[in-house]
């Protein structure tokens, strides 16, 4: 089965702690992935996205993303938290030739001064 | 980028009363889509709104409970009939544009009372 799991529900971090956040997936073809943010009442923004080539990418706002294709993870880090990182991101997988994307259930970043 | 914007952008209704959003996109799009969020939850895809013919549902949604119309690239509508509390989430519209690029609305919050 097709499925995306985000084990951390909720992080605490204090600004200007490093930060990682973790994504599995369960996917049968080629996963194209993608982690979006969602601040407080906003839609999502896409932060970036994994299609091919080098595994290590790079995304708006400081943050990147690692696909690990052995362990199945596409976690997203970012070296230094700023407070307005605080939000909620979502991990989610598709595949190159189909529209559908299947997101994982979240994980809320909350961030101390 | 597509820049796609959603009205209303929240809204609180009565049980039995229906309720439309639009979704509409500033440039053409390939695909477009409908996603629900409830309350501490992740998204969830409702359908595809196909142009010009019905949208494609996913299971456990329905055509009559989330009448879809898509009636050219740019436009889209989601209704939410015969509401009831269980309906009250965030409703998103995406689209999809050339080479895989995702954008989202920022969202219908609905509420029903």
């Known amino acids: 089965a097709q499925s995306v799991t985000q084990p951390d529900i909720h992080i605490t971090v204090s600004e200007g702690a490093s930060l990682e956040l973790r994504c599995n997936y369960s996917?049968?073809?080629?996963?194209?992935l993608f982690w979006y943010v969602q601040s407080p009442g906003q839609g999502l923004q896409l932060l970036l996205k994994y299609f091919s080539g080098d595994t290590l990418v790079q995304g708006i706002k400081g943050f990147e993303a690692e696909f690990k294709r052995s362990q199945s993870s596409f976690n997203l880090r970012k070296p230094s938290v700023h407070w307005s990182d605080a939000a909620e991101y979502f991990c989610?997988?598709?595949?190159?030739?189909?529209?559908?994307?299947?997101f994982g259930t979240g994980t809320r970043l909350q961030v101390f001064p | 980028s597509a820049v796609i914007s959603q009205k209303p952008s929240r809204d609180i209704c009565q049980r039995g009363t229906s309720l439309t959003i639009q979704c509409q996109v500033d440039s053409q799009v390939t695909m477009m889509f409908w996603y629900r969020q409830q309350p501490g939850q992740s998204l969830t895809l409702i359908a595809t709104a196909n142009q010009g013919s019905e949208a494609t549902y996913e299971s456990g949604f329905v055509i009559d409970k989330f009448p879809i119309s898509r009636p050219n690239l740019t436009f889209s509508t989601l209704t939410v009939s015969n509401m009831s509390p269980e309906d009250s989430s965030i409703y998103l519209c995406r689209g999809m544009g050339v080479g895989n690029e995702q954008f989202f609305g920022p969202g219908t919050r609905l509420t029903v009372l």
């Open positions: 996917y049968g073809a080629t996963p194209y």
């Open positions: 989610a997988v598709g595949a190159q030739n189909t529209d559908k994307l299947i």
